[in-house]
């Protein structure tokens, strides 16, 4: 049998990116699977939150989001630390660049390794690699909340910590008044998650429940489509919980008794594969996903991806 590629290495078809119009002056741009952005518009200013992985994968969502606004990108947003999402900032040329303040801790603690990392599992995530200038560090950051005046009759748009979830630091973007909900890598709608920096007790319980509480009426997820009307929201946070709640069950068990990653990744992969196996990036992610709720139950914090670590926790767990 031939052996399984490296994480998302052989995985080079592009997928078809989607401009959305969810509201006035409030965008998404999905992707079959790949990482999701938005953008809201301001009276003078927009607000784009997430930027890609590289500047010029960041540009081709410009240009598109410049064929519906022409205003100054004040701010961008950063949901969270991961590669594929910050390091095509310097495209948006924003005035302030917002991220939780753990986001920034993370950024300076592990964000060369978890580059190295990324760009080794989902090479195709990042377009002309020379482009990145370097790491992205926020110029704003938070603990709990902080809320942007739209200016006009906009409203505004706020920024908000629900909990340790799929890092130590993601934040989301809601909109009162449109009840539109950005919700990073915090919820993925028929996309696998990736925990493999996540807690996923506080996730899957108080952090989840912080997030279904706003009552969205559309959510746009880390990946896959915009989940639209309150019945598709809450299907795409309970998707989310059913995977983690999942996982922590098979690993707990494995781990209860004593046994292997091996043994707990068998486990996890048999009982997510019927539901969740045909999603975008489950057979990528799993092996790290596994690997590191075996180590939150041993009541570590996440360990850092290096390249290396990866290709031994992957090579640990193929057949
Ligand atoms: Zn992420």
Not at 145 to 165: K, N, P, Q, S
Request: a negative charge; one cysteine or more.
């Amino acid at each position: 049998m031939a052996t399984k590629s490296f994480a998302s290495s052989a995985d080079t078809s592009a997928k078809e990116q989607t401009l959305e119009v969810l509201a006035d002056g409030v965008y998404a741009l999905t992707a079959e699977g790949d990482p999701n952005l938005g953008a809201v518009e301001g009276e003078d200013f927009v607000v784009c939150f997430e930027a890609l992985a590289t500047p010029v994968a960041a540009e081709a969502w410009l240009r598109k989001l410049r064929e519906h606004t022409d205003k100054p990108v004040r701010y961008l947003v950063l949901s969270h630390y991961h590669a594929v999402r910050v390091l095509g900032a310097s495209a948006f040329e924003a005035d302030v660049i917002v991220a939780h303040e753990n986001t920034r801790d993370l950024i300076a603690e592990r964000g060369k390794e978890d580059w190295e990392s990324e760009y080794g599992r989902m090479p195709r995530l990042f377009p002309s690699p020379e482009s990145i200038p370097g790491l992205t560090w926020p110029t704003a950051t938070f603990s709990e909340r902080m809320t942007i005046d739209l200016g006009g009759e906009r409203g505004d748009l706020v920024l908000e910590f629900c909990g340790h979830g799929h890092t130590a630091g993601d934040l989301v973007a809601w909109l009162p008044r449109q009840k539109i909900l950005f919700a990073g890598d915090l919820v993925e709608a028929e996309a696998a998650l990736y925990t493999g920096d996540a807690f996923h007790r506080e996730w899957s319980s108080g952090t989840l429940d912080r997030v279904a509480a706003y009552g969205a009426e559309q959510l746009v997820g880390g990946r896959g489509g915009v989940a639209r009307g309150a019945e598709a929201v809450s299907a795409a946070i309970e998707q989310t919980r059913g995977f983690l709640t999942t996982m922590l069950r098979e690993v707990g068990a494995v781990h209860e008794r004593g046994g292997t990653l091996k043994e707990a990744f068998q486990a996890t992969h048999a009982a997510l594969a019927p539901r969740y196996g045909h999603w975008p990036i489950f057979e990528h992610c799993l092996p790290f996903d596994v690997a590191r709720v075996v180590d939150e139950l041993s009541g570590k914090d996440p360990v850092i991806w290096t390249a290396q670590r990866d290709r031994e926790v992957w090579d640990q767990l193929q057949d």
